[in-house]
């Protein structure tokens, strides 16, 4: 059978092009995926400020819930410190040489007049930690005094000069000893005495890091042995690349986002894929009907049809998945370099490239191809032989019978998933509106050719009108193969229903979090900062006369862990703290926000609702950090979208943040001047307009990620398009041969596949834009409270124009290909 099979391949190299293309794309799509989901567990930037440590201890930064499966688990956003007690416990393991505490913190140098020094991030270190990169002398000495510090050289300033170094508060004076050079550029290092450093981390008791030096010997060997040693006090133990994650906090929250995505989009990418091999199979293996027919007519069994075309499917399937899986290299190098266009990963973040999933990819790209032959083979395996005998190959006049009640139901569970934002809030919402709409596709899909058969019956006498010859024969070529016609459609359909639906349930999403957030910040006054403001501003704003309301407000996150059935579902979600609400309105709708002090936390509605949770109850999370949390709820609310589900004391929220400072200020005054006067004092802060609000970059990075990730999906779906338009209409070169044998002129056929094409791209965005309606409308409706999706009104059209270029223009070349051969040589042709 395979050498059959291989025969067969290469006998008809032609009719096998769009599947390979099909299985080819979707395999370096999934491929590129898991590379980017490797990478967000493995990759990383090349460490700088622990160059020189074999060993790096930090917090760990892993929630995983106890009774948890081994994927129930989420990525702290927040590095946690260590206990400071770790450090003689690390220094008598064996094969330990120095086991170095290190303290880092925001320090930022500042000029005589107010502005930064640095042109990028500054933190504060105890000198003790510049053996870990090793930072050298240049000139001077190293600290002895609290008032004194080395600076990187990168900071030019000279032994003995006075700078003004600002961490948590205003800026204080400093005389420096010393200028220090050490391996890289993306941070700037200030060293402060070990005392000093202890103080200013304000974590008594704790570190920030450990570096471990061995004293020879494999680095890895060293890695198991502390971590041997440390396995109950809950750290992590990182060694090679990994210890970038405990240096660079944006490394580490890069690697949280590209396995959220990757897993994300991975999901979408694999039943896209799925969907687009089994829709192009099919489509192939129904051009080869009359040959099946031939073989069922001259002894082969159902059961060898049916073999047949599954080894077929795996010869075409290995190669395209073994050249798909190293595109997936390339695609996902530049989904790394759109990432960082957009400031979602840094620039210098390297990917983790292995076989892992590469060789997964290729699994899932065969088992998609094996499970699409297998479905496209039942009809063909089951032909009546007598077909074989006739010259014409007309569909047969309506589906099947589970196939058309699988269709109705998936739609219907599809329109029914489309009521879910409704009733849930938030980016889960937005998101159920995608999968519902993906759902719809499916269904349409399955009961296609009843669905097109319809609207072609209402549309095709029309076209008879328009024309008299070339209109008749569309006409009547859709009437009776409206099977050919839905599966042309049905890309079409799945291009502007997914392209639609993912822009504009993103935007309407931010329009409504925007929305909720400006009416809920009743300040005339917000005050930010680069690295934060500092907590001790709220008090001094306070005092100033004619201030009627403060409000500090931290923006941080919590991870919440919930029984589903014998699974635990894990989330991490948005929450602020605040110790006030003099300028913001929750929506408080019981309790109070008098109430919300250390160890009390206030709810949304729907969180209350759905874990059961009322006043006095105890709620149980984990805060930004990873460390646990046990507080009590007194107040809910119903301002999720601009809150999220949890809004804590301030104090709590700042306790466990690397910054240690607040994101805004919000003030409630009719005297801006005395405000501005005050927060000049305080170098890298700005004073902004209450409709401004706290800065929403963070969404739009998420927004920009996903619009990026959902491009190279639809540019998959764009291919599919092209490549079932083009198979469908070489399908018909002697239909064409036939046509103009018995008069019909070249032209003639040309304007008959336009009136086809046209009817084709009307009925696709008829559908695909009822499609993508439903779900927008609803979203939109629990959303801002109307039908109408937000966003800039100039995509939608454009998303027709192009599905409608790319579907005539797929048809009109192959047309125009298939017509370029003389009539007489193409009807001798095989099918």
Not at 328 to 354: H, K, M, Y
Not at 460 to 466: E, Q, V
Request: aromatic share 4%.
């Amino acid at each position: 059978m395979l050498i059959l099979a291989w025969q067969t391949v290469k006998a008809r190299t032609g009719g096998f092009i769009g599947a390979f293309v099909a299985i080819l794309c979707g395999t370096a799509l999934v491929a590129a995926c898991g590379v980017l989901m490797e990478s967000g567990l493995r990759g990383g930037v090349p460490t700088q400020r622990y160059a020189a440590a074999d060993v790096v201890v930090s917090g760990d930064r892993i929630v995983r819930p106890e009774g948890g499966d081994v994927l129930a688990f989420e990525h702290a956003s927040e590095q946690p410190p260590v206990a400071a007690g770790l450090v003689d416990k690390v220094r008598a393991v064996p094969g330990v040489r120095a086991a170095v505490a290190e303290q880092t913190f925001p320090a930022t140098v500042v000029t005589a007049d107010g502005q930064v020094l640095a042109d990028k991030p500054s933190f504060g270190h105890n000198w003790g930690s510049a053996v870990l990169s090793p930072f050298t002398l240049k000139s001077g000495r190293a600290p002895a005094a609290g008032d004194e510090v080395v600076l990187d050289a990168g900071l030019a300033a000279r032994v003995g000069d006075e700078v003004r170094i600002a961490t948590r508060s205003v800026p204080v004076t400093y005389r420096v000893v010393g200028v220090a050079e050490g391996a890289g550029s993306r941070q700037a290092s200030v060293f402060f005495t070990d005392a000093e450093a202890d103080e200013l981390a304000a974590h008594p008791g704790k570190v920030s890091a450990i570096g471990v030096l061995g004293s020879g010997g494999d680095a890895t060997g060293l890695a198991d042995r502390v971590e041997d040693a440390l396995a109950a006090d809950h750290v992590s133990v990182a060694s090679g690349a990994d210890r970038s994650a405990a240096e660079f906090d944006d490394v580490s929250q890069t690697k949280s986002i590209l396995a959220i995505i990757a897993g994300s989009f991975g999901g979408y990418a694999v039943l896209v894929a799925i969907f687009v091999v089994a829709s192009t199979l099919a489509l192939a293996v129904e051009q080869r009907r009359r040959e099946f027919a031939l073989l069922r007519a001259v002894g082969a069994t159902p059961r060898q049809v049916r073999k047949l075309i599954g080894v077929e499917t795996l010869v075409v399937a290995a190669v395209a998945g073994v050249l798909g899986s190293v595109l997936g290299i390339a695609v996902s190098q530049g989904l790394r370099s759109a990432f960082a266009q957009i400031g979602v990963v840094p620039a210098d973040f390297e990917l983790t490239i292995s076989p892992i999933p590469l060789a997964a990819a290729l699994l899932i790209g065969l088992g998609a191809a094996r499970v699409a032959a297998w479905s496209a083979a039942r009809r063909p395996s089951s032909i009546n032989p007598v077909e074989a005998l006739g010259e014409a190959s007309l569909q047969k006049r309506d589906l099947g019978r589970v196939r058309l009640v699988v269709g109705w139901v998936t739609l219907a569970v599809g329109v029914g998933a489309t009521a879910v934002p409704l009733f849930v809030r938030g980016q889960l919402g937005a998101a159920m509106s995608v999968m519902a709409a993906l759902v719809i596709i499916i269904g349409l899909s399955l009961v296609g050719p009843r669905v097109v058969g319809r609207l072609v019956r209402l549309v095709a006498p029309g076209l008879g009108r328009l024309s008299r010859v070339s209109g008749h024969l569309a006409a009547a070529n859709a009437l009776k193969n409206s099977r050919r016609m839905a599966a042309a459609v049905t890309p079409l359909m799945l291009a502007i229903g997914f392209a639609v639906v993912n822009f504009y349930s993103q935007t309407t999403f931010t329009a409504a979090v925007q929305q909720e957030t400006t009416s809920s910040i009743t300040a005339d006054h917000v005050v930010t900062g680069v690295a934060g403001v500092p907590a001790e501003l709220a008090g001094a704003v306070r005092d100033l006369p004619g201030v009627t309301g403060v409000t500090p407000l931290v923006r941080t996150e919590v991870i919440t862990a919930r029984r589903t059935g014998d699974s635990t579902e894990v989330n991490r979600g948005p929450a602020h703290g605040i110790d006030s609400d003099a300028a913001v309105d929750l929506g408080v709708t019981s309790g109070t926000i008098g109430d919300l002090t250390t160890g009390t936390v206030a709810l949304s509605d729907s969180y209350a609702y759905w874990n059961d949770k009322k006043i006095g109850d105890t709620a149980e999370f984990w805060y930004a950090d990873g460390q646990p949390a046990r507080l009590k709820v007194v107040a809910t609310f119903k301002h999720d979208l601009a809150f999220g589900d949890h809004v804590m004391s301030a104090a709590d929220a700042r306790a466990h943040t690397n910054a240690g400072m607040d994101s805004a200020l919000l003030v409630r005054t009719d005297d801006a001047a005395q405000l501005t006067d005050l927060v000049g004092r305080y170098p890298g802060l700005a004073l902004t307009g209450a409709l401004d609000g706290p800065d929403r970059s963070d969404q739009r990075a998420q927004f920009l990620l996903n619009l990026v990730a959902v491009g190279v999906i639809l540019g998959y779906v764009a291919i599919s398009v092209s490549n079932t338009l083009v198979m469908s209409t070489a399908q018909r070169r002697r239909e064409f041969a036939l046509l103009r044998l018995v008069g019909t002129g070249r032209r003639q056929v040309v304007r008959m596949m336009r009136a086809e094409a046209l009817l084709t791209v009307g009925i696709a965005v008829v559908l695909g834009t009822l499609v993508a309606a439903l779900p927008l409308a609803l979203l939109a409706l629990g959303a801002t409270g109307t039908p109408l999706p937000a966003g800039p009104g100039w995509v939608f059209p454009a998303v027709l124009a192009g599905a409608v270029l790319l579907g005539t223009a797929s048809i009109a070349v192959a047309t125009r290909l298939s017509l370029r051969a003389k009539p007489i040589d193409t009807i001798g042709m095989r099918e």
